[in-house]
């Protein structure tokens, strides 16, 4: 749950493992960038009929796009962009873009080697899954048939068959061909990007629960990265960067939360006033009932009778409003981390209702089993002054040295950005990020037993995260900014009929009350929805807004998965949407660490297979499973992964910034920027 944008080699969320050649066609292609927000009326049925595209250069493997295919799919590379709006010829331009030269396309993990059966060189490929890129057209107002203008969404696919190559016997008579079924994916957010969570996800997401038998796809929500028109309202990511740190100063360290307050509402009133002057009414076409029309909309594309998906966090929301729309289309879905949409309908509710694991996660989990590690996995657990660490002793150390930076900040520097800063609200915010993921937990300990200590060196790596990178060669044309507010807008419209209260003093109660909660989780959780005090004023109604039940009769039951300790959406998620659904729903009780099941469970694992490939439910309304492993000690059972998390005498020694920046591009596959 929060705001994202995957981060990537370029365009975002398009991360092939090799570059594409530089040609004319992409330098052209490139210059439309500055104009990929522009809206254009486009006659429907949308674009350019498959079999009228240009010939295309052929490839030892055929011709991309194929004609007739409805996402006009191409191997990826890094100019895998779809076609700006305005393109009057989106799918010749499109067709531009295909590199005929498979060594620069995006290929999976290698399989063992195939033999050629047919005496003509053998396959290089063969056994290889292919991550194809593509685009779909739909409706940006469902509700209104006059209105002609469209969402070209960016849509990833990894196809587990590969591809199938001329003149070459495959063993694999699939090869090149469509899976059965089609795995969907959706991260979060509002705004995590599907694109960057297929690059980094889909071929573990496709063992984990396919056992490596289904394709996976993902795509950028409306108005989410790479699909067009793209929510921001920036001209430039520097522009946001500069109002950032200010905009979101925590409560603890404000001065005059009043004062605080009356500049971060002021500033959201001039954001959202920058939305309107740049994308007009857009704001009422983003709404969670339109993000669920499109999924249908795939579905149809991909041309099966049912969806198959694994959603996770607000995926889970989408996911919860798609089945109750389209109970027919319902298929073996997953919500993983789920939330429970009628609390989005609330003002505030968004942020509120989920605050109390976040400090649980730090106690217990961050803490706690820090101290149960031991000081050879966890650097805070060594001993102070000859005395043993306890999880109270660690608490008050922490709470010290919070209470210290709250006081007076402590001075850092960078050898890329120089002086800085860490400050309560960024420290705090990583904090609270890394209870997401605990995976990230030993590199975080390290930072902090090493600021407690008077050294920010690492601290100051850690913190440094601006959307502006100026040690990036300059691009031909300017980047497209990224599409941080289009979270705001979807939290706001989802709640948009919910009583406003007049004037500040009830946010400023609620800001206090969050805060008391949960000092880790309540600063971050309220800026999520205070913005939307504003959006009535532009937007004042969305064009759709799912508000029937929860409980309609699907076509097949969904599975949950809700986690103990999950810092975003809390158990009790889950087991309030099981209430609703009853019999449309069976819950795993994962017990584990991290936002979503991400340490692993053999037990969750083996539920979630067998629902996928047969539709096997648990006769149980809810199961418990549990996480195969603790924090600080996953893969500790492995001589390689022991030496690694300790950071002990190796061949490669431990870096922890290595393994924060893999924490950092996991959150914004989440939909959250730190």
Known sequence: MG??????????????????????????????YGALVTLRHVPWPFGVPSDELPAAEKSPYGSFPVAGEPFHFIPCTSASVPPPLEDENPLETWSLLFDPNPEHWSWGAAAAAETSETGHPEDPYAGRGIYLCGWLDVP?????????????LAVTKYQVSGLARSGVVSKNPN???KSARTLVVEPGGPGGPGTGLVWRAAEDYGRRFTDGKLDVLGWDPRGVNI?????????????????????????????????QLEFADALWDSIFHGCWERLGDLGRFMGTSFVARDLEEIRKV??????????????????????????????????????????????GGFGWTALDNGTDAWNDGFLGECVNAGPEYCALAKPKDNKPVTLNSLQDRMQTLLDKIIERPIPGYTKSSGPMLVTYSRLVEALYSAMYNAFSWPALAKMLFELEAGNSTLAAQFLQNWEYDPTKPCPLAPAIPQSDELGMIVICADSY???MPDGLDWWLDLWEDMTNRSWIAGNS????????????????????????????????????????YDPATPLRNGRRLLHEMGKNARLITHHGYGHSSRDTSNCTNSIA?????NGTVPEDSETQCYANEKPYLYGVKSAEAGSLVTGSETEEPWDPVVDWREHQKMMQSFGRRM
């Open 609 to 613: 297979k067998s629902f996928i490939l």
């Open 227 to 259: 699909s067009l028109p793209s929510f921001s309202c920036w001209p430039y990511d520097a522009d946001r960067d500069r109002w950032s740190l200010r905009q979101n100063q925590y409560r603890e360290t404000s001065p005059s939360p009043r004062a």
């Open 525 to 564: 959780r309220f800026y999520d929805v205070f913005p939307c005090r504003h959006f009535s004023d532009y937007w004042p109604k969305p064009a759709e807004a799912y508000r029937g039940d929860l409980n309609h009769t699907l076509k097949n039951p969904v599975l949950l998965i809700a986690e103990t």
């Open 175 to 177: 090869a090149g061909k």
């Open 3 to 32: 705001r994202p944008a995957a981060q990537i080699m370029a365009p975002r969320s398009i991360e092939p493992r090799s570059a594409t050649r530089t040609s004319k066609a992409l330098g052209a292609i490139i210059l439309f």
């Open 140 to 152: 940006m107002d469902y509700t209104n048939a006059s209105d002609h203008r469209i969402n070209r």
């Open 302 to 347: 991909l041309d099966e009778d049912e969806l198959t998906g694994y959603l996770v966090s607000y995926g889970t929301g989408i996911g919860q409003t798609y089945a109750n729309m389209f109970p027919d289309s319902v298929g073996r879905i997953i919500l993983d981390g789920t939330e429970y949409v009628r609390d989005h309908r609330l003002v």
């Open 497 to 499: 009929d919910a009583p």
